[in-house]
């Protein structure tokens, strides 16, 4: 299967490749948009360039900041604290100044001008058919919806354009987060739907279910619950897609291309095409070096301890029948030198760290051939060094779903493992979530039933089954927490459901405090409110 792998040419211009395909590089930017964009290959050319905002977010350190942690879910740990506390605090000191909140902004509108740009003079191009004029500009059109998509979740009122900006613009207006769903969003995606192919012809592209998945998301957000449920319908039934089982296989990195991935963000193993890279593989492991038996290696990663599951994220998980705990972490650790831990002599293959969810006897974990760390479900600060979250928020179960055991050398960041924006697990969930919000509690059971069933451990499949009177928001979150864990989506989902400052003061303890209503929405950039030249049009948003 191919794959699109982008490599900047001078500062807006792509070349695509597929793994198979020999890169060839072109001076195109000694040549002007107005001359190469009137070409066919200008105008694919463009289109590319599109798409490498996508890399720019996607397994990016400052995307997980501002969509997994500061939730019920997930909370600093040793080097989230250390380097980038205020996100998930709340924290005053978390302001528009922040470089987390100024890259996302900057990099979503350069991608939305591209795409703009792309739209605007596509059909105009020479020697295209109307439907290769048409894809372009729907693959664009995805796109720049996505971009506003993510900036109206993240910011609320934003600066909106669907005109092609050259030169310099130093005006800005914040228009209404409904008018840019209506005139951006929705219309951007329903054109996709109607013009894009229902697979693509290299994988990576975007499609017809794609967009038809995206719109089900949000018109999830949006409150139109029969229309998604409808889309959601349509991308379950129609294209052939498939559960991946079991649910551990999922995230084989050699099965980065499988049945149920609807549309994913490309990498490559190739240093030369693959940027900064998947970063993901860094941010959910903790320092298992401490251990006198460990030393740092490929298979266990580079530790980031970015995000440590909270007490709530763990307490989700019956791991006696539902496969998505162990499918989803990693728990135990084998030696890869020789040692002694507890009095007793561990060689290389032996266990070496064990992390267990529930409490055991001092006594127990003092005999034991290697660190037994057990769960009391204290937050931390009050704990012991033996219990999770204990060293500092160092010791925790990690989150395997982007573990790159084909990185180059231990220290190497630069992920190859694809980003799985949609898969069909959430259309379930869209269209449970959906049903159930028109009052069809027993469809609802019956879509969250098949992801269920799915997850079960095998013999556990009635156990796992729920019925009608299972259902309810709380149920609909725990069962999105479950299934997307550590997917860039549970920030966004707290917010829609009015539930981001209630379960946050409820489930995470170092955001509690400082979490307000101000909080739904993140600060503007000050970068952008200082260089408008009509600052009483571009207001900083309440409380920062």
């Known amino acids: 299967m191919k794959k699109l792998h982008y490599i900047l040419l001078s500062t807006v211009l792509l070349a695509l490749s597929s793994c198979h395909d020999m890169l060839e590089e072109h001076p195109v930017g000694l040549a002007t948009a107005e001359s190469y964009y009137s070409t066919p290959k200008g105008i694919e050319d463009g289109l590319k360039a599109t798409y490498t905002t996508l890399r720019t977010f996607y397994g990016q350190q400052e995307a997980f900041f501002l969509t997994i942690n500061g939730t019920d879910l997930f909370t600093n740990g040793f080097g989230g604290v250390t380097n980038f506390p205020d996100i998930n605090d709340y924290s005053p000191n978390f302001l528009g100044t922040n470089a987390f909140v100024t890259t996302i902004w900057n990099n979503f509108y350069t991608g939305i001008n591209q795409a703009n740009a792309v739209i605007g003079r596509a059909p105009n191009v020479a020697g295209l058919s109307d439907a290769e004029k048409n894809r372009i500009i729907g693959e664009a059109r995805f796109l720049r919806a996505l971009y506003y998509f993510h900036l109206v979740q993240q910011f609320g009122d934003v600066h909106f354009s669907l005109e092609e900006t050259i030169g310099v613009q130093t005006t800005a207006k914040r228009t209404p987060v409904s008018t840019i769903y209506e005139q951006g969003i929705i219309p951007d995606l329903q054109y996709a739907i109607e013009h894009l192919p229902a697979k693509a012809t290299q994988y990576g592209r975007v499609t017809k279910p794609a967009s038809e998945a995206l719109l089900a998301r949000v018109q999830l957000t949006r409150g139109n619950w029969a229309e998604a449920e409808r889309l959601a319908n349509q991308v379950i039934k129609s294209y052939g897609f498939q559960l991946v089982k079991p649910y551990a296989r999922l995230w084989d990195i050699d099965n980065d291309v499988n049945s149920e991935v609807i549309w994913s963000v490309q990498f490559t193993p190739d240093p030369l095409l693959n940027g900064a890279g998947n970063e993901s593989h860094l941010f959910f492991i903790w320092d298992y070096t401490f251990n006198p038996t460990m030393v740092r290696d490929i298979e266990n990663g580079r530790?980031?301890?970015?995000?440590?599951?909270?007490?709530?994220?763990?307490?989700?998980?019956?791991?006696?029948?539902?496969?998505?705990?162990?499918?989803?972490?990693?728990?135990?650790?084998?030696?890869?030198?020789?040692?002694?831990?507890?009095?007793?002599?561990?060689?290389?293959?032996?266990?070496?760290?064990?992390?267990?969810?529930?409490?055991?006897?001092?006594?127990?974990?003092?005999?034991?051939?290697?660190?037994?760390?057990?769960?009391?479900?204290?937050?931390?600060?009050?704990?012991?060094?033996?219990?999770?979250?204990?060293?500092?928020?160092?010791y925790f179960p990690v989150l395997k779903?982007?573990?790159?055991?084909?990185?180059?050398?231990?220290?190497?960041?630069?992920?190859?493992?694809?980003?799985?924006?949609?898969?069909?697990?959430?259309?379930?969930?869209?269209?449970?979530?959906?049903?159930?919000?028109?009052?069809?509690?027993?469809?609802?059971?019956?879509?969250?039933?098949?992801?269920?069933?799915?997850?079960?451990?095998?013999?556990?499949?009635?156990?796992m089954e729920i019925t009608a009177s299972d259902v309810n928001l709380d149920f609909i979150l725990d069962e999105r927490g479950r299934e997307l864990v550590g997917e860039m989506d549970r920030w966004y989902d707290l917010k829609r459901t009015g539930q981001l400052l209630e379960r946050v003061k409820k489930y995470n303890l170092d955001a509690a405090v400082n979490i307000k209503e101000m909080h739904l929405v993140r600060p503007i950039p000050q970068t952008q409110i200082d260089r408008v030249t009509n600052p009483g049009d571009f207001l900083q948003n309440p409380g920062y």
């Not at 998980?317 to 135990?332: E, L, N, Y």
């Not at 879509?447 to 499949?461: D, T």
């Open 303 to 394: 530790p980031y301890q970015r995000f440590m599951p909270t007490n709530y994220l763990i307490k989700l998980f019956d791991p006696s029948k539902d496969a998505r705990w162990d499918g989803s972490f990693k728990t135990v650790w084998k030696a890869n030198r020789t040692g002694v831990i507890n009095g007793k002599n561990v060689a290389v293959g032996d266990t070496s760290i064990k992390i267990v969810t529930y409490p055991v006897a001092d006594a127990v974990k003092n005999a034991a051939p290697y660190w037994l760390i057990d769960f009391k479900d204290r937050w931390v600060g009050n704990i012991n060094n033996t219990e999770i979250g204990g060293m500092s928020r160092r």
């Open 401 to 463: 779903k982007y573990l790159d055991p084909l990185r180059t050398s231990v220290n190497a960041t630069d992920g190859r493992r694809d980003f799985f924006v949609i898969r069909l697990a959430e259309l379930y969930l869209i269209a449970g979530e959906a049903a159930w919000r028109q009052n069809k509690p027993a469809d609802a059971a019956a879509y969250l039933n098949v992801i269920r069933s799915r997850a079960a451990m095998a013999g556990k499949e009635k156990q």
